[in-house]
């Protein structure tokens, strides 16, 4: 039994296609002798009445005219929900207008239920989805609504093979994550929220239930580093021959400028910790597992000094994926597969090396040219398998968040939220060519086990 027809026998209602034949118009079809004199004994009431006694003193034949033509609309636009998203269909803006005239009524149940049996045959827009699923929240169904959110089912339409994609919009995304802390998935709701705060930090509430929930996950789990710290870089640049230009990046764990090599006369990428000398062994790591890994979309690192607690890195002067969208250059992004295969492939490279980069996201990934991006920041890097720590919220998956050792479809995750940041921009300036990208975007977010299990997996998906 499909996952629509089990949502449809949880409202109670059922629908053309079902049991009973459709009507030719799209009504709903018609009931059992009698059934309406037991729901209504006030219809029976007038039925057995004998003639003309409608047209009794105190009557107003044309307010029951209106009545009766008000009632017969209510049931018409219910019935027409079953075609939505077809090309005679109603439109948007009327399938949510019917939605909410349903809303607390007694024909509630049967407008979901036709918008449901629409969903089993074709892809509805997003803020119909939406408003659908809020609908079955509101009754008391979350994991209903949530199946309608995630896309659960693949249209007839499309042969049953391809996955309804989940929704992306930001009202989505928000009541997804309330159904997930709903039912206790906190990771997950964390993951759809930090999803939102990334793309619009205002939006209502996100920021609210952010906090909530990161307190209730466990306060025992390290935060990052508060992005304001101070570096103080002066005594450092003094010790090198690098000559400091300009900041170009901060973060949790560091700053990173511009700087110049005084005796190479080449430019450098200086990068210095927030600690400068407390945190040794963090540098001396992450500069060895550079150099390790060192080849194909892999930034190259220079020099290093852990008592001083710096690392110098190869200049990339277009700067990072996070630099080219913040710079309003989102276009210069496409086509899609210049920069996202080879990313993939880096990812596969590191993989197979037996390590987990546990940071993909804009800000680290460098851009020596569009089809060249190269991975830099590998200070949270882990070998497959060993305990994780640390990450940027809005990119680490659900399954890190509750605690899963480091594991490939963390990198893989972060992988579908670089291509949502991008995509996002892309489609809001009408670039076309874009839907294999999103649906592989949203792969790469959607549950663990549909995800691809690693940069091999990705590349073969991304191909």
Same mark, same amino acid.
């Given at each position: 039994m499909s996952l629509w027809r089990r949502l449809k026998e949880r409202l109670g209602v059922a629908t053309p296609g079902d049991d009973a034949p459709a009507d030719p118009d799209g009504a709903a079809p018609p009931s059992a002798p009698g059934a309406d004199e037991r729901a209504d004994p006030a219809r029976a009431a007038r039925r057995s009445a004998p003639p003309g006694a409608e047209a009794r003193p105190g009557r107003d034949p044309a307010r029951n005219q209106a009545r009766n033509q008000a009632r017969k609309d209510s049931v018409d636009e219910i019935a027409r929900l079953r075609s939505a998203g077809a090309r005679d269909g109603p439109s948007t803006d009327e399938v949510i207008a019917v939605l909410r005239r349903a809303r607390g009524t007694l024909r509630e149940a049967e407008a979901?239920?036709?918008?449901?049996a629409a969903m089993e045959e074709r892809v509805l827009p997003d803020p119909v989805r939406v408003a659908c699923a809020d609908l079955l929240a509101a009754r008391g169904d979350e994991q209903g609504a949530l199946s309608v959110l995630e896309g659960a089912a693949s249209p007839r339409a499309r042969g049953g093979a391809a996955r309804v994609q989940p929704v992306s919009s930001t009202e989505g995304l928000v009541l997804a994550a309330d159904l997930y802390a709903s039912l206790g998935q906190l990771p997950r709701a964390i993951g759809a929220i930090e999803r939102v705060l990334v793309r619009e930090i205002g939006a209502p509430g996100a920021r609210e239930r952010h906090q909530r929930w990161r307190a209730a996950l466990g306060a025992e789990r390290p935060a990052a580093a508060r992005v304001e710290d101070v570096t103080v870089v002066a005594p450092s640049a003094?010790?090198?021959p690098f000559r400091l230009l300009r900041e170009v990046a901060r973060g949790g764990g560091g700053a990173v400028y511009e700087a110049e090599d005084e005796v190479l006369g080449r430019?450098?990428?200086?990068?210095?910790?927030?600690?400068r000398g407390g945190d040794r062994a963090h540098v001396t790591r992450e500069a060895r597992l550079a150099s390790a890994l060192a080849g194909p979309g892999v930034v190259r690192v220079f020099d290093a000094d852990p008592d001083e607690g710096w690392i110098a890195l190869e200049w990339v002067a277009r700067g990072s994926?996070?630099?080219?969208?913040? &710079?309003?250059?989102?276009?210069?992004?496409?086509p899609v597969a210049r920069w996202a295969r080879p990313l993939a492939r880096a990812l596969a490279r590191i993989h197979e090396r037996g390590y987990v980069h546990a940071d993909v996201k804009p800000a680290n990934v460098l851009l020596r040219s569009l089809g060249e991006p190269v991975l830099t920041d590998f200070g949270l890097a882990r070998l497959?398998?060993?305990? $994780?720590?640390?990450?940027s919220p809005g990119y680490v998956s659900p399954e890190r968040l509750a605690g899963r050792p480091s594991d490939p479809r963390d990198d893989v995750y972060g992988y579908g939220r670089v291509l949502e940041d991008v995509l996002v921009r892309l489609e809001a300036l009408g670039v076309e060519g874009l839907a294999a990208w999103k649906e592989? $975007?949203?792969?790469?977010?959607g549950p663990?086990?549909?995800?691809?299990?690693?940069?091999?997996?990705?590349?073969? &998906?991304?191909?």
């Amino acid at each position: 039994m499909s996952l629509w027809r089990r949502l449809k026998e949880r409202l109670g209602v059922a629908t053309p296609g079902d049991d009973a034949p459709a009507d030719p118009d799209g009504a709903a079809p018609p009931s059992a002798p009698g059934a309406d004199e037991r729901a209504d004994p006030a219809r029976a009431a007038r039925r057995s009445a004998p003639p003309g006694a409608e047209a009794r003193p105190g009557r107003d034949p044309a307010r029951n005219q209106a009545r009766n033509q008000a009632r017969k609309d209510s049931v018409d636009e219910i019935a027409r929900l079953r075609s939505a998203g077809a090309r005679d269909g109603p439109s948007t803006d009327e399938v949510i207008a019917v939605l909410r005239r349903a809303r607390g009524t007694l024909r509630e149940a049967e407008a979901v239920a036709h918008l449901v049996a629409a969903m089993e045959e074709r892809v509805l827009p997003d803020p119909v989805r939406v408003a659908c699923a809020d609908l079955l929240a509101a009754r008391g169904d979350e994991q209903g609504a949530l199946s309608v959110l995630e896309g659960a089912a693949s249209p007839r339409a499309r042969g049953g093979a391809a996955r309804v994609q989940p929704v992306s919009s930001t009202e989505g995304l928000v009541l997804a994550a309330d159904l997930y802390a709903s039912l206790g998935q906190l990771p997950r709701a964390i993951g759809a929220i930090e999803r939102v705060l990334v793309r619009e930090i205002g939006a209502p509430g996100a920021r609210e239930r952010h906090q909530r929930w990161r307190a209730a996950l466990g306060a025992e789990r390290p935060a990052a580093a508060r992005v304001e710290d101070v570096t103080v870089v002066a005594p450092s640049a003094a010790k090198t021959p690098f000559r400091l230009l300009r900041e170009v990046a901060r973060g949790g764990g560091g700053a990173v400028y511009e700087a110049e090599d005084e005796v190479l006369g080449r430019r450098v990428g200086f990068k210095v910790y927030h600690g400068r000398g407390g945190d040794r062994a963090h540098v001396t790591r992450e500069a060895r597992l550079a150099s390790a890994l060192a080849g194909p979309g892999v930034v190259r690192v220079f020099d290093a000094d852990p008592d001083e607690g710096w690392i110098a890195l190869e200049w990339v002067a277009r700067g990072s994926v996070r630099d080219v969208l913040r &710079a309003g250059d989102a276009a210069a992004l496409a086509p899609v597969a210049r920069w996202a295969r080879p990313l993939a492939r880096a990812l596969a490279r590191i993989h197979e090396r037996g390590y987990v980069h546990a940071d993909v996201k804009p800000a680290n990934v460098l851009l020596r040219s569009l089809g060249e991006p190269v991975l830099t920041d590998f200070g949270l890097a882990r070998l497959r398998g060993a305990p $994780s720590a640390g990450g940027s919220p809005g990119y680490v998956s659900p399954e890190r968040l509750a605690g899963r050792p480091s594991d490939p479809r963390d990198d893989v995750y972060g992988y579908g939220r670089v291509l949502e940041d991008v995509l996002v921009r892309l489609e809001a300036l009408g670039v076309e060519g874009l839907a294999a990208w999103k649906e592989l $975007s949203l792969r790469c977010l959607g549950p663990d086990d549909e995800r691809p299990a690693d940069g091999a997996a990705l590349v073969r &998906a991304a191909c």
